[in-house]
């Protein structure tokens, strides 16, 4: 499940009611301190308060998805510290773990659950925010009963988005099937380079000799 935040249109078109005693009542009063959903901008975005939760900014909405799982937070972990140590041992470049906000481009900010940058790449680091990744996982929260998962907005929106930003390769990791799909970039379009299960090792194009035993990300602990 994906949460919007909203404001009444209605409360801006009209004066909102209020108690015989003046109290205008909490929401009310939010509703008129944010743009409503559909007219953020990127100023808008980069002026709201520190948070808890992981915000993004797509097509002037702000959305909020569902706090992860624990098989989540334990993939995302694992592949990162995999992936941050192979870095680090070859000089290559910068890897970080959510949140972090990334510009794919104007308007549209995306916090990816681990993102690399290369060395040649470093004007793209910046201390707010990150531009386009080369490298970007996400891992899908699979569906629990209070929430609906993550797995259409990894596998469709946000696969199209990076595609379409230019990040050169996508892992697509999935608990609850055990596997790692890994997808490169070919002509503007990703095509999948491999999809690897439990006894079998994934591994990446851009960073050669880096590979990770997929039951050492989605296996039991």
Do not use: C
Not at 25 to 48: H, I, K, N, S, V
Not at 92 to 97: A, I, S, T, Y
Not at 140 to 157: C, F, L, V
């Amino acid at each position: 499940m994906v949460h919007s935040v909203t404001t009444d249109a209605r409360a801006r078109e009209k004066p909102p009611r209020t108690r015989r005693d003046g109290y205008l009542p909490l929401t009310t009063r939010l509703a008129f301190l944010f743009p409503r959903q559909g007219e953020w901008t990127e100023e808008d975005y980069f002026a709201l308060p520190e948070t808890n939760r992981i915000v993004e900014l797509s097509n002037g909405r702000l959305v909020i998805p569902d706090l992860p799982t624990d098989s989540h937070q334990f993939a995302v972990g694992r592949l990162f510290i995999a992936l941050s140590l192979f870095v680090q041992q070859h000089h290559l470049g910068h890897v970080r773990v959510a949140p972090l906000r990334v510009r794919l481009w104007e308007g549209k900010i995306r916090e990816p659950d681990v993102v690399f940058l290369k060395r040649e790449h470093e004007n793209r680091k910046g201390e707010e925010y990150w531009g386009v990744p080369d490298l970007v996982v996400e891992v899908i929260s699979p569906r629990t009963e209070h929430s609906s998962g993550t797995e259409k907005t990894d596998r469709k929106d946000k696969f199209k988005e990076y595609e379409q930003a230019g990040v050169s390769e996508y892992w697509l990791v999935d608990p609850q099937s055990r596997t790692i799909e890994v997808y490169v970039l070919r002509g503007g379009k990703y095509v999948l380079l491999g999809k690897w299960g439990m006894g079998e090792v994934a591994r990446s194009e851009m960073l050669p000799n880096f590979a990770v035993p997929v039951e050492d990300v989605v296996g039991r602990e």
